[in-house]
């Protein structure tokens, strides 16, 4: 009997014809500055001719292809994204080359008559169709991507801080699950962890209590996607500044178990000559080389770091990029506080071991990193209520998605419970469902209060949105948060949208109101 070996086709393997002005560039493309907006063509390559480098590189490109011909030695790697539209997940410059050569009219202006040129060279006709190698999903590419841009490929491999940014939108796409990350993009957990945490010290960075003592141009430099991680990896990874600094790694995370201040402090002199490499207090650079070779010059050229009496420490945790974050504090000269401040500390965080991720100080922000914000407060008889609520104000939502979300439900049935107690509504509901007050509902307790004690037409609008069913912001969902199995909405921004629906009830309920 015969054996039929049948190979198994790799998408990788094979190559398919599709036209050049069908396929997208992928906006979120690590080799990009995140900052910027990338909608035209004439975005995409502003942002490459914003670097030196990457503008010799580009133009070399153009021009091999106008002399050459479009060479498909390296693979084109799309996916078909959920509108059927081809994004290219590898070979982003390729492909913004071709379309502009094909359409020149589209380049900025500063290179358009050089792209004019080369078009003139090369029939735009061949270069109408290439033949792309197309992934089954975005997700498939993950792991074929890091493998071309690690430190052993040969192509032009990518800035540290975005081969992290890549692994940390990975990590965020698996539910902050190692293993599920380590799984699709073929990285062991260790190298995860590693990459976490050093996005968590170039985050530090740009915190207003660093920046505010750096110059435009310094912070600037901070802000960018190309800042040297190599250099801050290099001089964190000492044992020594670790121990003088008090700094300790978790897994992903960083803790800071100095005296915060004093940290910044020193961070931020350490910045100020990284950035400065020909003129700085040392007379020398700073880099990958002399971090090893003068150190001791470099450690007592920077302020002591010192340590709290008492054994207080801050965790800080990955936190997803925040274009906007990072926009409004690299075109600010102020750069505000980069947090969402607790009113009631002028000092960084008032939680011992509480979380340093930063947001935009705005009081809606969907994408901040607590649910309920310290802008706001609550005037309650409850205890329970009342230390609830100050702890949502600390509790990192994206760290905790599962008890923020649970803890929510809980929090709105205290609130009706507060409301229905200060008001002496017990006895009146519990004839009204014959039954003890404690058996009662939260629903029916909803829909008694909206019925003749609430007159505020937006707190009546929302207890309207929570009992329709089909609405995302539900009591069905919040039933869910409990009892359920289903877990696709505790995001964070659907958690603090949830909240922020809520926030007209709550004012009504528990007085909730800016401070």
Not at 130 to 149: G, M
Not at 173 to 193: F, W
Request: proline share 4%.
């Amino acid at each position: 009997m015969d054996i039929v070996m049948t190979e198994v086709v790799k998408w990788w393997e094979t190559r398919t014809p599709r036209s050049v002005d069908n396929l997208r560039l992928w906006i979120d493309n690590p080799r990009l500055d995140p900052i910027e907006s990338h909608e035209t063509l004439n975005d995409f390559t502003e942002d490459l001719l914003s670097d030196n480098a990457e503008r010799d590189d580009f133009i070399a490109l153009v021009k091999s292809i106008a002399e050459r011909g479009f060479q498909g030695f390296d693979p084109v790697v799309v996916w078909k994204d959920d509108k059927g539209r081809f994004v290219v997940a590898e070979g982003n410059r390729r492909v913004l080359a071709l379309k502009l050569l094909r359409r020149p009219e589209s380049a900025p202006q500063s290179i358009r008559r050089f792209i004019r040129e080369q078009a003139r060279l090369i029939d735009r006709d061949s270069i109408e169709k290439i033949r792309v190698c197309v992934a089954p999903s975005y997700e498939e590419t993950r792991w074929y991507i890091l493998q071309r841009h690690s430190t052993g490929s040969l192509l032009k491999r990518w800035q540290r801080l975005q081969q992290q940014r890549f692994i940390l939108n990975a990590y965020e796409e698996q539910e902050e699950d190692i293993d599920a990350t380590a799984s699709v993009t073929g990285l062991k957990p260790g190298e995860i962890n590693e990459a976490l945490r050093f996005v968590c010290l170039r985050n530090i960075a740009t915190r207003s209590e660093i920046t505010s003592k750096l110059t435009p141009e310094e912070k600037e430099q901070v802000y960018s996607h190309k800042i040297s991680m190599t250099i801050l990896e290099r001089w964190f990874g000492r044992k020594l500044i670790r121990e003088k600094w008090g700094l300790e790694f978790q897994d992903m995370t960083v803790v800071i178990k100095s005296e915060l201040s004093s940290f910044y402090n020193a961070y931020a002199q350490f910045l100020k000559i990284m950035l400065n490499p020909s003129d700085n207090i040392l007379g020398f650079p700073i880099n990958t080389r002399t971090i090893d070779q003068r150190f001791d010059e470099i450690y007592k050229a920077l302020p002591e770091v010192t340590f709290p009496s008492d054994d207080s420490s801050y965790i800080v945790t990955p936190e997803k990029y925040d274009a906007d974050k990072e926009r409004e504090g690299k075109n600010s000269s102020e750069a505000n506080n980069l947090g969402e401040p607790n009113p009631s500390t002028s000092n960084g965080p008032d939680v011992k071991g509480g979380n340093l991720a930063s947001i935009k100080p705005l009081k809606a922000n969907p994408d901040r990193n607590q649910m309920a914000s310290g802008f706001y407060s609550i005037n309650v008889t409850s205890y329970k209520l009342k230390a609830l609520y100050n702890e949502l104000q600390k509790l990192p939502v994206d760290r905790y998605k599962n008890v923020s979300a649970a803890s929510l439900r809980v929090f709105l049935d205290l609130s009706v419970d507060e409301f229905i107690k200060a008001k002496g509504l017990e006895k009146e509901i519990a004839a009204k469902e014959k039954s003890d007050y404690s058996e009662v509902t939260l629903i029916k307790r909803l829909r008694f209060i909206q019925a003749d004690h609430i007159e505020d037409k937006e707190a009546r609008k929302v207890i309207n949105g929570l009992m329709n069913h089909s609405n995302d912001h539900s009591l069905n969902t919040l039933n869910d948060y409990v009892h359920g199995t289903k877990t696709h909405k505790t995001t964070r921004r659907f958690i603090n949208g949830f909240w922020d629906m809520l926030t007209p009830l709550f004012a009504v309920l528990i007085d909730l109101k800016e401070k």
